[in-house]
């Protein structure tokens, strides 16, 4: 029997004035899978992924997390319910070391106030070496331990990309949306990403993942939807959307998806 959607979108339309961007678009995903989201520039990938996670409203279409219809909870709010968004453009904390990186993460679900925090009450200080340990866990599951006192906006690129996804996971995501992470990646750097993901998966996690390194998603991805146009142009396996010849014309000009 299959499992309920974690997340299930039903004809979600996003225009622009006249421009539409998002053409009655479904996509859903169990828990515990990780689904590809793919197709040319301008197919309407960020824009999906922004009515996604509420930074702008639809303009028609359904949008549940787990059962419950979100379309107007604010963005900080599904990131409360556990939808975790990283982005291909990354701005470190100026001035903030590693660790304080990944630590600010975890006041998204801290419990003391502006006043507790002020007077140093007991229980924010147990708060406080919590958030530590965790923000160290998390160094330490994507490699970065050794770096966690240098300052964030100084580390290479491909440390950069692991300390943001530190930051995500810290937060106790239910699902990461992940835009572009093997952006400006090696191949070396792109293959530990890789491990990484399956990694994440492998504890529970869901994940989305918008990329156009077609190698990594055919590495890692359960199921890949194909968007053109702003349309759902094809949904399946990798193994079905490599050889579906829709996808072979529209996102790939005629050459077959690379394994």
Do not use: W
């Not at 990354?90 to 006041?107: A, D, K, R």
């Not at 140093?120 to 966690?148: D, N």
Request: hydrophobic share 45%; net charge positive.
């Amino acid at each position: 029997m299959t499992a309920a959607p974690l997340i299930d979108v039903q004809g979600l339309c996003k225009r622009f004035g006249g421009v539409t961007a998002l053409d009655n678009v479904d996509f859903s995903v169990e828990p515990g899978q990780i689904s590809g989201l793919i197709g040319p520039n301008g197919a309407g990938k960020s824009t999906f992924f922004n009515v996604l996670i509420g930074v702008f409203p639809g303009n028609g279409g359904e949008i549940r997390f787990d059962g419950k219809r979100i379309n107007h909870v604010r963005p900080h709010d599904r990131v409360v319910l556990g939808m975790v968004r990283t982005f291909q453009k990354i701005h470190p904390f100026h001035g903030m070391t590693v660790l304080e990186s990944v630590m600010v993460g975890c006041h998204a679900r801290g419990r003391a106030g502006l006043i507790a925090a002020m007077l140093r009450l007991p229980f924010v200080k147990r708060e406080e070496r919590g958030f530590r340990e965790a923000a160290e866990s998390a160094l330490a599951f994507v490699g970065l331990t050794g770096q966690a006192q240098m300052l964030a906006d100084v580390l290479p690129l491909g440390h950069q990309r692991l300390l943001q996804l530190a930051c995500a996971l810290v937060t106790q995501p239910r699902v990461l949306l992940l835009d572009e992470p093997a952006s400006g990646l090696d191949a070396s750097e792109t293959a530990r990403l890789a491990d990484l993901l399956l990694a994440i998966r492998a504890q529970g996690k869901t994940l989305v993942v918008v990329e156009h390194d077609m190698s990594l998603v055919m590495k890692i991805c359960d199921r890949i939807t194909v968007l053109s146009f702003g349309k759902r142009l094809a949904n399946g396996t990798p193994e079905q959307v490599r050889h579906d010849p829709k996808v072979i014309e529209a996102y790939l000009g005629g050459g077959e998806p690379r394994a």
